[in-house]
């Protein structure tokens, strides 16, 4: 049977609070919205935090910590830290999540602007002081991953055994890929996470998923896969992803809405969609178990939460 490693992106640090009543900002919220949707049929929950006041995207170690023990009270899935943190943020914060030891994390690929001002269209008033500016300052800002700052944190993977989940948002970070293994700063087998839909990206599109694989194929050789895309794009690239046997990231860190118009209740309802639609197409959801024998993750006894 066909298996596919559903990832559901729980919260992310790219929408506000304004945007949706949905959004899981308390440590609580986050935990228990990736247990929902480990019970929908996700094998990997991929974990920001905020701050659960304001919801203004966090570092806060004990915040991760909080939520990846209560998670894993109540359940097997695997949790995927994120080092991207959020816009602005400096290296040495999204760096800190290394600490914990997760079996897996997001490891961002190269330096691209990163627009997500043009949500200030879609918002009448905020709930929050730190939204407006939050989204206004990604007019002139940099999204950081030099070729320094990804050889030191190759060395920060290796030290805490954790498997990078390589974010990929456009062709040249392949060759940045490419170069990184050719220097032995990480090796294979190698989990890539195209990114698509970002302004400063590659827009998501069939023809551009399609670029993005055979370019890493020639690049790298063998790789397992998986897609994610921003809002409307989303369900259509990941089940593209399916069809070409790769895997799939939903959740609301990548779209707010469920269907045209209509805000997601929960993570868990983009994870049945996407689900639903992998069974009609002859694949089933990968446990966490599974899911941990595809990507060669070290186990949950290894985590240092
Ligand atoms: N926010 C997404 C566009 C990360 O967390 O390191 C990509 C992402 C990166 O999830
Ligand atoms: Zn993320």
Excluded at 97 to 118: T, Y
Excluded at 178 to 201: D, E, N, R, T
Aim: aromatic residues 8%; contains cysteine.
């Amino acid at each position: 049977m066909d298996k596919a490693i559903i990832t559901a992106a729980i919260t992310g640090a790219v929408h506000i609070p304004s945007l949706s009543p949905h959004l899981p900002i308390t440590p609580r919220q986050i935990a228990d919205e990736a247990i929902r949707a480990y019970e929908a049929g996700a094998a990997v929950a991929h974990i920001h935090v905020r701050n659960p006041e304001t919801g203004q995207p966090s570092s806060d170690l004990e915040l991760y910590r909080e939520i990846a023990r209560r998670v894993k009270s109540k359940c097997s899935i695997v949790l995927c830290l994120t080092t991207g943190g959020a816009l602005g943020m400096p290296v040495s914060d999204r760096a800190k999540v290394l600490s914990l030891k997760p079996e897996l994390a997001s490891f961002n690929f190269g330096s691209l602007n990163f627009g997500i001002f043009g949500m200030t269209g879609k918002i009448d008033s905020y709930k929050y002081p730190w939204e407006e500016p939050y989204l206004k300052m990604t007019e002139d800002l940099i999204f950081p991953n030099t070729f320094k700052t990804l050889r030191e944190f190759c060395q920060l993977f290796t030290e805490s055994n954790t498997k990078q989940e390589i974010e990929i948002y456009d062709v040249g970070m392949i060759n940045n890929l490419a170069f990184m293994l050719q220097q032995g700063h990480l090796k294979k087998p190698v989990y890539l996470q195209f990114v698509m839909g970002i302004l400063g990206g590659i827009p998501a599109t069939p023809n551009n998923l399609m670029y993005l694989y055979q370019t890493a194929h020639e690049q790298i050789g063998d790789f397992t896969w998986s897609v994610c895309a921003a809002g409307r794009f989303q369900i259509k690239m990941c089940t593209m992803s399916l069809l070409m046997g790769g895997n799939a990231r939903v959740g609301l860190e990548d779209s707010l809405y469920v269907e045209k118009g209509v805000l997601a209740k929960s993570n868990a309802e983009q994870v049945e969609k996407i689900v639903k639609i992998a069974r009609e197409l002859g694949v089933e959801p990968a446990t966490p178990d599974e899911a941990r024998l595809i990507l060669g993750l070290k186990g949950l006894d290894k985590v240092g939460y």
